[in-house]
């Protein structure tokens, strides 16, 4: 260790594992550190044998929960965006061979919709990502429905350099309340838009200019017509495959990998900019350093909130969610938006199963998060763990929401920002993309040469 590089990473997260294979691929030397025996950070799948010890130290899982190599257990909920800046990522640096994807099975929206004279009482609901899902959706009645057609083929039809397709729509000066407005969309009908197809948390964005939200709208619309049925693909043998990916580019291109590695500090020079990183009696000495927050000294970071994030472990799918087929899926993501459960965040479920080898034959794994609002945050996500069925084993974690407070020009240090409880890795991306920028003073190009997407 006691060598000089260009850049010294610590944390093996995503965000990190890929600025050092991106850097080691422009030709920088560099030395990742994870205090961790496995790579991911927080982004990390765990075997069986792992997750107990994590939430539960001295105690051994069940037997009859299988070995170890049949489990890959995520620590925080996300799906990928088939469209998004995450795959193209992929795509540029050919780690996409490294890994297999399966469609997520279907997307629903929390919605009481109270009993009828032949049905019972029913709380979640497929959202719609065609015309002609709107068309058979319950989400929406007869008279809404054409106007909720309207505004799908608004979204897929616009073209940002194309005025002519903007409908007398500013995305800069116009909100998105008033884009709703002008098409005449039902409050029910503008809830699961913003909340299940743009993805936003809350309603904040509705007072905002409307250019943002239509983006987001169309990113899911043309995500969903890359696989059909889900806009969101998710690898085999877990979220932990991709940060694994990221570090097998980087080690091709010679960058050095040390996990069992703790961090305790930073070098600086007499010009206050950093110099080295610290662990025990060695210093390996760098130009720059890239850093997940529990790495960084505290004043670096600032606490936005807290993310509770629940794992629970089924016997069975999700009850009330299908596939294509109509069969029970073995995967779905459900959003339960802020204002059903008169809340001002959104509740996310995400479930994956034995058929992405993430666990055991027949089991199933949910995932349940959102922004802690209370005192009492186990009692804030009832409601979503309430739609899973029984629940064989459950794990909590509550968890720091940190952001960095400078931008590391002045002394070197590029601190990452903490995961949100959101059901994908965009603003990861973007985040990215423009440390990137910060850190090479130059966009990274994602053009994807068609030689380049055939690997």
Known sequence: MDEEYDVVVCGTGLKECILSGLLSVHGKKVLHLDRNPYYGGDCASL????????????????????????????????????????VKILLKTRVSRYLEWKSCEGTYVYQYQEAGLFSGPKY????????GDGLKSPLMGMLEKPRFINFAQFIMGWEDDKPATHQDIDPRRHTMAQVYQKFGLQESTIDFIGHAVALWPNDNYLNGPCGPTIQKCRLYLTSVLQYG?????????????????????????????MLNKGVDGFVYDDQGRVCGVRSGDEVAKCKMVICDPSYAEPTRT????????????????????????????????????????????????????????????????????????????????????????????????????????????????????????????????????ALWK??????????????????
Request: glycine fraction near 8%; charge should be negative; include cysteine.
């Open 47 to 86: 075997n069986i044998t792992n997750l107990w010890q994590k939430f539960m130290p001295g105690t051994e899982p069940p037997k009859e929960l299988g070995q170890n190599r049949e489990w890959n257990v995520d620590l925080i909920p996300k799906f990928i965006m088939a469209s998004g800046d995450l």
């Open 124 to 131: 979640i609901h497929k959202v719609p990502a065609t015309a």
């Open 229 to 257: 049925g889900s806009p969101f693909i998710y690898p085999i043998y877990g979220l932990g495959g991709l940060p694994e990916g990221f570090s097998r580019l980087a080690a091709i291109h010679r960058g050095t990998y």
């Open 302 to 433: 600032e606490v936005r909130g807290q993310v509770i994030r629940a794992i629970c472990i089924l016997g069975a799918p999700i009850p009330e969610t299908k596939n294509q087929e109509g069969k029970p899926a073995l995967s779905c993501q459900i959003i339960l938006p802020q204002k059903q459960l008169k809340r001002k965040n959104d509740l996310y479920v995400m479930m994956v199963s034995w058929a992405h080898c993430i666990a055991a034959k027949e089991k199933y794994v949910a995932i349940v998060s959102t922004v802690v609002e209370t005192t009492n945050p186990e009692k804030e996500i009832e409601p979503a763990l309430k739609l899973l069925g029984p629940i064989q084993h459950k794990f909590v974690q509550i968890s720091e929401i940190r952001d960095p407070v400078t931008d590391g020009a002045a002394d070197g240090v590029f601190v990452t920002a903490s995961y949100d409880p959101s059901s994908h890795f965009e603003d990861a991306s973007t985040e990215v993309l």
């Open 438 to 455: 910060k850190i090479t003073g130059e966009s990274l190009d994602l053009t994807v040469l068609p030689e380049d997407e055939d690997q």
